[in-house]
Every structure is written in structure tokens, then in C-alpha cells.
T-cell receptor, first 111, second 109 residues
Framework: GAGVSQSPSNKVTEKGKDVELRCDPI?????LYWYRQSLGQGLEFLIY????????KSGLPSDRFSAERTGGSVSTLTIQRTQQEDSAVYLCASSLSREEFFGPGTRLTVL | RKEVEQDPGPFNVPEGATVAFNCTYS??????FFWYRQDCRKEPKLLMSVYSSGNEDGRFTAQLNRASQYISLLIRDSKLSDSATYLC??????????FGTGTRLQVFP
């Protein structure tokens, strides 16, 4: 079956613009995670959705970041008024039990 | 203190060598432990879970020491294809995974 997909694969934007990143999890997976990985760095947890529970937003670095998960499936991560330090690879993962399956990521470059 | 700490490396080893990585975690309530592998510019993928009694998968052996709060990964008979970054991962209730920054391994001919 299909794995986790993310779009776009690459996004170049200008400082101050808003961007939306999309994640399509594996069908039936109840948990969905967003992470950020800067060049040569580890994975930074951003937000976690589990079923119908309130999302764990504890990793969002500022109020410019928000995420939604519609219908328990597709998720969108929105970054408003992008800054250069937002440049990173944004990874989405989904899981049914404990193993997380990652998408290929969206490489965001803020000029 | 970081929740999960790893030596970033790089560990440069010749083919055939045995190499071990350690990882420490700070939350004693952590329940599940994993090693993920991440190839350059690729997404992380699960390598193996880590069980209390220790477990082996081919050339890979994972061990957990709850008392000292560390996890280890041993790779025997290293192959060139083992070159990657190895991420230590800890599951904190409820089902939130915390990733270490990874240990980079480079196997040379």
C-alpha cells in the first residue's frame, strides 16, 4: 500500500510569506506527527495528533506555526510570516501502534 | 538536559569492524525504545525495537539498561551499506516519540 506522502517536496519562499505544507498519512493510521529537521541536526518534535483527542502542540516554536488535521486523515502545517530560521526539512509521520512511518519530507527554504 | 542524548560522532570504522553506540534518556517513565536509521537526505526508518531482555536482528544487537537509563546498539561485521545516522528514540506516555540527534556512522573499505 501507499506510504506517507507529503507535498510539496520542495518549497522556496520569501521572508514574510505564509506557507502550507501537506501530509497524507497511511490510511487507517490514527496518529500523525510533524517534525522539523535542520541541516545536520536531529528531529525536532512540532505537533502530534491522536484520533479525536486534542493535539499535543508543545513543540510548536512560535504562534506563527499551526497545524490542522481534517477528518482524522490529511494534515496541513501552516507557517505564517516565514523567517529564514524556518528553513528546514519538515517531516510528517503516521502510526497505528508504536512504529512511526515517515514521509519523504518537504524541504523549505526561506530567502 | 536533553531528553535523549547521543554522541553525534562520526564513527569512522573499516568494513568488518564491530561498532557500538550508546544513548541516554532522562525520563524514567519512558516505556518503549527504538533505533531508527536515517540515510543522507532521506526520512528515518525503523531499524529495531529495544526490549528489556536485549534483542538481536542479524548483525544488530540492541540492549536496554533501565537502571542506568541507557540504550545501546551494537553492529557486528560492518558493511559499507551500514553507513547512516542512527537515531535513538524513546517513547514517552502517551505515545509521544522523542528522537535523539543521531550518531553518524561511516564505514570505509
Amino acid at each position: 500500500g501507499a506510504g506517507v506522502s507529503q507535498s510539496p517536496s520542495n518549497k522556496v519562499t520569501e521572508k514574510g510569506k505564509d506557507v502550507e505544507l501537506r501530509c497524507d498519512p497511511i490510511s487507517g493510521h490514527t496518529a500523525l506527527y510533524w517534525y522539523r529537521q535542520s541541516l545536520g541536526q536531529g528531529l525536532e518534535f512540532l505537533i502530534y495528533f491522536q484520533g479525536n483527542s486534542a493535539p499535543d502542540k508543545s513543540g510548536l516554536p512560535s504562534d506563527r506555526f499551526s497545524a490542522e488535521r481534517t477528518g482524522g486523515s490529511v494534515s496541513t502545517l501552516t507557517i505564517q510570516r516565514t523567517q529564514q530560521e524556518d528553513s528546514a526539512v519538515y517531516l510528517c509521520a503516521s502510526s497505528l501502534s508504536r512504529e512511526e512511518f515517515f514521509g519523504p519530507g518537504t524541504r523549505l527554504t526561506v530567502l | 538536559r536533553k531528553e535523549v542524548e547521543q554522541d553525534p560522532g562520526p564513527f569512522n570504522v573499516p568494513e568488518g569492524a564491530t561498532v557500538a553506540f550508546n544513548c541516554t534518556y532522562s525520563n524514567s517513565a519512558s516505556q518503549s525504545f527504538f533505533w531508527y536509521r536515517q540515510d543522507c537526505r532521506k526520512e528515518p526508518k525503523l531499524l529495531m525495537s529495544v526490549y528489556s531482555s536485549g534483542n538481536e536482528d542479524g548483525r544488530f544487537t540492541a540492549q536496554l539498561n533501565r537502571a542506568s537509563q541507557y540504550i545501546s546498539l551494537l553492529i557486528r561485521d560492518s558493511k559499507l551499506s551500514d553507513s547512516a545516522t542512527y537515531l535513538c528514540v524513546v517513547n514517552i506516555v502517551p505515545d509521544k516519540l522523542i528522537f535523539g540527534t543521531g550518531t553518524r556512522l561511516q564505514v570505509f573499505p
